[in-house]
């Protein structure tokens, strides 16, 4: 079957509805534990351990465990892609909590180890170096705990940005799973010697339950939830279209498309059973869905996306998502401003669509030079409906000089009542940092601007 891109509503899928949350009842619940689990550990008799220096470094050591593995468990429920939480903050922020909570989480556990060994090793009178063999020789687990907090190290060692660059990302993604398995040798240990679990069975349940109800979440949305709709939709490649310099479009058929709930505005985490099978890449929707087929564009960035024009027709997709929350589902503006850079566009391109002829809509769009403009084409006509504007603007800061598109003045020149707009913002990161500056500038309310960050154009 071949598809050929249609720009227009078509038969679009009905999304089901997401659970309703918000970010405030996140933080609120997060609280609620922290102080909980600070409570337990008092009733335990934490405070009375304090009137001495070895005491003061076991309890510091206790806190630091409880803490950190507790924020363990949010890591893995941030990347859970439950719904609801996709919702309420969308993946940019949730990558960014989950990147720092996973700092934090290893640097509370390291001083969990540090704080634990010296505490002991005051109160037996042996050396830390000796204190800490005899823990990782004679306690049980132990040494399993040691083993997760070496893989956790490892993780946050290669997350730092300098060593995240200088390795692919199918490199990266490996080396990130050992998250995993980290956590549930932790747990172990957890259960047999941690503060919490020592004749408290009100505790225990407790920790198991967060446990179990974490797991049963990353299993549910992160698992279950894509080989159903795998299983019933049935993804193919229907065609692969080149649409410019190291940029090509995928279009994917199925069954029951109509069923399938994505929005323009989304990605999807899509692995192609061909090469490099087993590993997934995020692409967003690039064409409003519309029941029939679901279309992403990928830009070579010199991983598996650079063999992307290669797909052959018919190769089996498996397919999760969809997700994000760059969409119009929050809405509440009756007119819009699209701001794209780059390969930013994509998501860009599938809400101009959805929403032309609708709604007055405005798409800037920005690339360093013309033949990098991806969708042109189509653009134009999209452009034919009522109310659509299109700005393009292709050069770079050199090329520009003192004229900077993305300024306060040049947008409020282009889009004059653009503080009544509805803004979505897609491209590099410093491309989103001014363009987000100049539209708070302009009295348009935080949350009116809906963002993702593409960090290549």
Same mark, same amino acid.
């Given at each position: 079957?071949?598809?050929?891109?249609?720009?227009?509503?078509?038969?679009?899928?009905?999304?089901?509805?997401?659970?309703?949350?918000?970010?405030?009842?996140?933080?609120?619940?997060?609280?609620?534990?922290?102080?909980?689990?600070?409570?337990?550990?008092?009733?335990?008799?934490?405070?009375?351990?304090?009137?001495?220096?070895?005491?003061?470094?076991?309890?510091?050591?206790?806190?630091?465990?409880?803490?950190?593995?507790?924020?363990?468990? /949010?890591? *893995?429920?941030? +990347?859970?892609?439950?719904?609801?939480?996709?919702?309420? &903050? @969308?993946?940019?922020? !949730? =990558?960014?909590?989950?990147?720092?909570?996973?700092?934090?989480?290893?640097?509370?556990?390291?001083?969990?180890?540090?704080?634990?060994?010296?505490?002991?090793?005051?109160?037996?009178?042996?050396?830390?170096?000796?204190?800490?063999?005899?823990?990782?020789?004679?306690?049980?687990?132990?040494?399993?705990?040691?083993?997760?907090?070496?893989?956790?190290?490892?993780?946050?060692?290669?997350?730092?940005?300098?060593?995240?660059?200088?390795?692919?990302?199918?490199?990266?993604?490996?080396?990130?799973?050992?998250?995993?398995?980290?956590?549930?040798?932790?747990?172990?240990?957890?259960?047999?010697?941690?503060?919490?679990?020592?004749?408290?069975?009100?505790?225990?349940?407790?920790? /198991?339950? *967060?446990?179990? +109800?974490?797991?049963?979440?990353?299993?549910?949305?992160? &698992? @279950?939830?894509?080989? !159903? =709709?795998?299983?019933?939709?049935?993804?193919?490649?229907?065609?692969?279209?080149?649409?410019?310099?190291?940029?090509?479009?995928?279009?994917?058929?199925?069954?029951?498309?109509?069923?399938?709930?994505?929005?323009?505005?989304?990605?999807?985490?899509?692995?192609?059973?061909?090469?490099?099978?087993?590993?997934?890449?995020?692409?967003?929707?690039?064409?409003?869905?519309?029941?029939?087929?679901?279309?992403?564009?990928?830009?070579?960035?010199?991983?598996?996306?650079?063999?992307?024009?290669?797909?052959?027709?018919?190769?089996?997709?498996?397919?999760?998502?969809?997700?994000?929350?760059?969409?119009?589902?929050?809405?509440?503006?009756?007119?819009?401003?699209?701001?794209?850079?780059?390969?930013?566009?994509?998501?860009?391109?599938?809400?101009?669509?959805?929403?032309?002829?609708?709604?007055?809509?405005?798409?800037?769009?920005?690339?360093?030079?013309?033949?990098?403009?991806?969708?042109?084409?189509?653009?134009?006509?999209?452009?034919?409906?009522?109310?659509?504007?299109?700005?393009?603007?292709?050069?770079?800061?050199?090329?520009?000089?003192?004229?900077?598109?993305?300024?306060?003045?040049?947008?409020?020149?282009?889009?004059?009542?653009?503080?009544?707009?509805?803004?979505?913002?897609?491209?590099?990161?410093?491309?989103?940092?001014?363009?987000?500056?100049?539209?708070?500038?302009?009295?348009?309310?935080?949350?009116?601007?809906?963002?993702?960050?593409?960090?290549?154009?």
């Amino acid at each position: 079957m071949t598809a050929v891109a249609h720009p227009g509503r078509g038969t679009p899928a009905t999304p089901e509805s997401r659970l309703s949350i918000r970010p405030e009842d996140v933080v609120g619940f997060l609280a609620a534990n922290i102080i909980l689990i600070l409570a337990m550990w008092i009733r335990h008799g934490g405070l009375d351990q304090l009137g001495t220096i070895a005491g003061l470094a076991t309890a510091t050591g206790q806190l630091t465990a409880l803490i950190g593995t507790f924020l363990s468990l /949010i890591q *893995l429920l941030l +990347m859970s892609r439950a719904p609801w939480l996709d919702a309420a &903050f @969308g993946r940019d922020r !949730l =990558a960014y909590a989950h990147r720092w909570i996973g700092f934090a989480t290893v640097w509370l556990i390291v001083g969990h180890a540090i704080f634990t060994t010296i505490g002991f090793a005051m109160s037996s009178g042996e050396s830390v170096l000796g204190e800490l063999w005899v823990l990782i020789t004679t306690w049980d687990f132990v040494l399993m705990a040691t083993v997760s907090l070496g893989l956790l190290i490892a993780v946050a060692v290669t997350s730092v940005r300098l060593a995240r660059r200088s390795m692919s990302y199918e490199t990266w993604y490996g080396i990130h799973l050992y998250a995993y398995l980290a956590i549930a040798l932790g747990f172990a240990h957890q259960l047999v010697v941690g503060t919490d679990f020592v004749d408290d069975p009100i505790a225990r349940i407790y920790w /198991i339950a *967060l446990y179990v +109800m974490t797991i049963g979440t990353l299993i549910a949305f992160r &698992f @279950g939830s894509p080989v !159903l =709709a795998n299983l019933r939709h049935r993804f193919r490649v229907a065609n692969v279209v080149h649409e410019g310099p190291g940029v090509v479009s995928i279009y994917l058929t199925g069954h029951e498309l109509e069923r399938f709930p994505a929005r323009a505005g989304q990605y999807l985490t899509i692995r192609f059973m061909t090469w490099g099978w087993w590993r997934s890449h995020p692409y967003s929707l690039s064409a409003d869905p519309n029941g029939r087929w679901l279309r992403v564009t990928i830009k070579d960035l010199g991983d598996d996306s650079a063999r992307a024009h290669e797909l052959p027709i018919g190769t089996l997709a498996i397919v999760e998502g969809a997700y994000g929350n760059l969409t119009t589902e929050q809405m509440t503006a009756d007119r819009a401003l699209l701001i794209a850079g780059g390969i930013g566009v994509t998501p860009l391109r599938a809400i101009l669509e959805e929403l032309a002829g609708l709604v007055p809509v405005t798409l800037i769009y920005r690339a360093r030079h013309r033949h990098d403009i991806v969708f042109g084409r189509e653009i134009e006509v999209l452009a034919q409906e009522p109310d659509v504007v299109i700005d393009y603007q292709v050069g770079s800061r050199r090329t520009w000089g003192s004229h900077d598109p993305l300024s306060a003045d040049a947008i409020e020149r282009l889009v004059p009542d653009v503080a009544r707009r509805e803004v979505y913002l897609c491209g590099p990161s410093g491309f989103m940092d001014a363009a987000q500056e100049a539209v708070l500038e302009l009295g348009v309310p935080p949350r009116r601007i809906h963002q993702e960050r593409f960090f290549d154009d």
